[in-house]
């Protein structure tokens, strides 16, 4: 199946700084989805891409699907505590219904 | 709306024991009913998925095995548990887009 490489493993963040994490993948994708796992709970479904070179801001995160629809990246604004968790993209097929998840970026905040 | 019921919250059982976990959907039907599990620290590995009532497929060989004896009910079992299938088990739900995950269940096998 696919196989999507998620980048940093780890992300350490001083409040009030901004971080990327990125997501590539070798094969062109179909569509690009991201979730967020709080410390001790379980993924919860951000925001799907599709269109090449889409765009989508939701408050201080921004999410982008490249030109060439292999890469995709989150980008957090001013980080507050309440990023804290892991921030994982995942990716189907366009012929079916699984999701392949990547390993994921931690994110810690320092205050 | 839609919910999904995932029990039991936490589980620790001996190596050799049965397993059965099960999960609930409500509000919406024909979803596709999803078994992921998660290590600690990791990443989330897909185990079975089913797009209807009797149709499961199973990513990868393994001690588990996976029923959904009706549209909104997906059970996630095991004859005998090994030491390796301690882990968080999520169920999840989706119809479109989006996967809506249930709370999940820490499995420890000791």
């Known amino acids: 199946g696919q196989q999507v490489m998620q980048i940093p493993q780890y992300q350490h963040v001083q409040e009030g700084e901004d971080f990327t994490t990125y997501c590539n993948s070798s094969t062109t994708l179909s569509n690009i989805q991201w979730y967020k796992q709080r410390p001790g709970g379980h993924p919860v479904f951000l925001i799907q891409l599709v269109k090449s070179g889409e765009v989508k801001k939701q408050k201080r995160l921004t999410f982008q699907f490249g030109e060439a629809k292999k890469n995709s990246s989150l980008h957090i604004t001013a980080t507050q505590t309440t990023d804290v968790g892991t921030y994982f993209c995942a990716l189907s097929s366009s012929n079916d219904y699984k999701l392949s998840f990547g390993a994921g970026t931690t994110v810690t905040v320092r205050a | 709306s839609q919910t999904i019921h995932q029990w039991p919250a936490t589980l620790v059982q001996p190596v050799g024991s049965p397993l059965s976990l099960e999960c609930t959907v409500e509000g919406t039907s024909n979803p596709n009913l999803y078994w992921y599990r998660q290590a600690a620290g990791r990443g989330l590995q897909l185990l079975f998925y089913?797009?209807?009532?009797?149709?499961i497929s199973s990513e990868v060989p393994q001690n588990l095995s996976a029923s959904r004896p009706q549209d909104r009910q997906f059970i996630l079992s095991s004859k005998k548990l090994l030491l390796s299938d301690s882990g968080f088990y999520l169920c999840?739900?989706?119809?479109?887009?989006?996967?809506?995950f249930g709370s999940g269940t820490r499995l420890t096998v000791v």
């Open positions: 089913s797009v209807g009532i009797g149709q």
């Open positions: 999840a739900w989706s119809l479109r887009y989006g996967y809506t």
